[in-house]
C-alpha cells in the first residue's frame, strides 16, 4: 500500500540536495490521470466535522475493485485525509462511497492504529472523542464554514506580541504607529515550569507597556492552537507534563488578560503570518507561510474573513516519498516541518556534511549557515535553493486546497540572502513547470524587518477595544 507504484521514473527535478523528492502535487496529478483514463472508477466523498456549523466535504474519484491499481487508492485516501485534517480540522470523518476505505481509515485512526497520534490531537483539540464512520454518497453532509473579520484594529495604545520557540517579539503600538520592538532569545520549549513562561511573558508586556501612556488591548501569536484564547497545544509549553499543563497552562492567557484587565486575543503564528501580509500589502486571497523553528501557515479569503481552519501546515504531507524524513511528533514522513524550517535547514545542511556545534539550538545552527553564506560559502546556496524548489511545487499543492493569489512569506529562515534565495526558486519552478499558476499568484518577501518582526506588530491589532 505504501509504495508509490505511481512514479514513474527516478526523480529529475532537480533538486539541488533531494533528488528523492516526490511532491505531493504530482503524485496526486498522475493518480487522477488514470484515473480519468480509467472507467474502472468509482466516486467517494469526504467530510470532516468540526461542529455543526463547521464541515468540510471533498469529493473526488479512486479506483474500483476491478482495476489493478485499487489497492493504491489508500495510500491516496490516507493522505489525502492526513492533509485535510491539519489544514481544516475535526473530530469526526465521515466517508462514503467505499466500505473498504472507511474501515482502513477506522483502523488507522483508533487508539492503536498508525495515525493515533492525529487521532488524538484532534480529540483534544475540540474535547470529543475521534470518529470515522461510514455513510452513503446521498447522506454525505452539507458543507459549512464558519469565517471572521482577523484584526487590523489599531486605534488606542496597543501591544503585540509573537512567541515562538527560538525567540520571542513584543511591540508597542498607538493608534497605528510602533513605538517599540523588542527580540530576544530564549528557550521555552525546554523548561518544564510554566512559572518561566509566564515570568517571561509579563515581563516583556510590562516593557512594551513602559513606552505607551496606558493599554488599552493585547494581541498575541504563536506556535501552537489556541481556542478562545485557551491553549490547546503550543510547542513553547512541550516540555510541561500534562498533569501540570492541564492546571497551570490551558488558562495562561486567560490570567494573563485578567492581571491586564484589557481585551486579549492569541491564535496561532500562521494566521498572524497572513494578517501580517493582507495589512501590509493591502491584498487578499492570502496565504501566509512563517518558516521558523516548525512550519506556521494562515489564509485570508477574497473577502478578507479567516475561516475556522487549523492550517497547521507543519503536519501536511508534501513529500511522497515513503523514505522522507520523519516528523518527530506525528512519526509521519514526508511533512511541511522538515522542508520549511530550520530543522529543513538543517537537515540538508548535513548531506553537505557540514558541521555544527554541539548542543546548539536550532536557531543558532541556522545562523551559522547563514554567517557561512555571507562569508562566500557556495554551498550554502544549494540548501536554500532546494528549499525554494520545495515550495514552488508544494505553493501548487495548497492550491487544491486553498483559493490563493498571494503567499507572504516570513520567519527566520527567510532572513538574509536565503530568503531571496527560496523566492526566486519557487518562481522558478512555477513559471517552468506551472505556468497559469505563476501568472495567478505573487509570492512576496517583506523587508527584513517586517520577516523577523512583522508578526508582533500585525498581532498588536487583533482585539476590538471592546472584546471582554
Known amino acids: 500500500m505504501g509504495k508509490n507504484i505511481f512514479w514513474l521514473e527516478e526523480n529529475k527535478l532537480g533538486l539541488p540536495l533531494d533528488k528523492s523528492f516526490i511532491p505531493a502535487f504530482l503524485w496526486n496529478a498522475y493518480f487522477k490521470k488514470k484515473i480519468s483514463e480509467s472507467s ?22 479512486i479506483f474500483s475493485k476491478e482495476s489493478e491499481f485499487y489497492k493504491v487508492n489508500y495510500y491516496y485516501i490516507e493522505k489525502l485525509i492526513k492533509t485535510l485534517l491539519w489544514l481544516y480540522g475535526g473530530y469526526k470523518i465521515i466517508i462514503a462511497g467505499s466500505k473498504d476505505i472507511a474501515e482502513f481509515i477506522s483502523k488507522a485512526y483508533s487508539e492503536n492504529g498508525h495515525r493515533s497520534f ?14 470515522v464512520k461510514l455513510t452513503k454518497l446521498e447522506d454525505i ?29 513584543v ?91 484589557v481585551p486579549l486575543k492569541v491564535i496561532n503564528d500562521g494566521k498572524v503570518a497572513a494578517l501580517s501580509g ?12 512563517a518558516m521558523g523553528s516548525s ?58 556534511n557540514i558541521e555544527f556545534e554541539k548542543d546548539k539550538s536550532p536557531s543558532k ?24 524548489c520545495y515550495l514552488g511545487y508544494t505553493i501548487v499543492y495548497y492550491t487544491d486546497f486553498y483559493d490563493i493569489e498571494n503567499v507572504f512569506i516570513l520567519g527566520r529562515v527567510s532572513s538574509g540572502k536565503g530568503g531571496k534565495i527560496i523566492i526566486d526558486e519557487a518562481n522558478r519552478i512555477l513559471k517552468k513547470e506551472f505556468k497559469e499558476i505563476y501568472k495567478r499568484i505573487n509570492i512576496f518577501l517583506p523587508d527584513e524587518k517586517t520577516r523577523r518582526i512583522g508578526q508582533a506588530i500585525a498581532a498588536a491589532s487583533l482585539p476590538k477595544l471592546n472584546d471582554k
Open 40 to 61: 474502472k472508477n468509482i466516486p467517494i466523498a469526504i467530510a470532516i466535522i468540526k461542529d455543526s456549523k463547521s464541515i468540510m466535504v471533498y469529493r473526488t474519484l
Open 141 to 169: 453532509p452539507s458543507p459549512k464554514e464558519k469565517t471572521e473579520i482577523l484584526g487590523g484594529f489599531f486605534n488606542g495604545c496597543r501591544i503585540g506580541f509573537d512567541l515562538g520557540v527560538s525567540d520571542r517579539k
Open 278 to 289: 493582507s495589512l501590509s500589502l493591502k491584498r487578499n486571497s492570502i496565504l501566509g507561510i
Open 171 to 261: 511591540s508597542a503600538v498607538i493608534n497605528g504607529k510602533t513605538v517599540f520592538i523588542e527580540e530576544v532569545i530564549w528557550n521555552p520549549s525546554v523548561n518544564k515550569n510554566p512559572s518561566y513562561h509566564y515570568r517571561e511573558i509579563m515581563s516583556m508586556l510590562h516593557k512594551a507597556a513602559a513606552h505607551m501612556p496606558c493599554v488599552d488591548a493585547i494581541g498575541g501569536s504563536s506556535a501552537g492552537i489556541f481556542i478562545k484564547n485557551r491553549v490547546i497545544s503550543s510547542s513553547i509549553f512541550k516540555a510541561i507534563p500534562k498533569d501540570i499543563f492541564d492546571k497551570k497552562v490551558k488558562n495562561f492567557f486567560l490570567e494573563i488578560q485578567k492581571k491586564w484587565g
Open 118 to 131: 492525529d487521532a488524538s490531537f484532534m480529540s483534544k483539540i475540540y474535547e470529543k472523542p475521534f470518529e
Open 295 to 352: 512550519e506556521a501557515g494562515g489564509y485570508i479569503d477574497k473577502k478578507g474573513k479567516i475561516e475556522s481552519g487549523l492550517d497547521e501546515l507543519a503536519f501536511v504531507p508534501i513529500d511522497y516519498n515513503p523514505n522522507a524524513p520523519i516528523d518527530e511528533w506525528s512519526k509521519d514522513t514526508g511533512c511541511g516541518v522538515q522542508y520549511f524550517s530550520q530543522i529543513a535547514a538543517i537537515r540538508i545542511a548535513k548531506k553537505l
Open 365 to 388: 545552527n541556522l545562523k551559522f549557515l547563514q554567517n557561512l553564506m555571507d562569508e562566500g560559502d557556495g554551498r550554502i546556496i544549494e540548501i536554500f535553493k532546494t528549499i525554494g
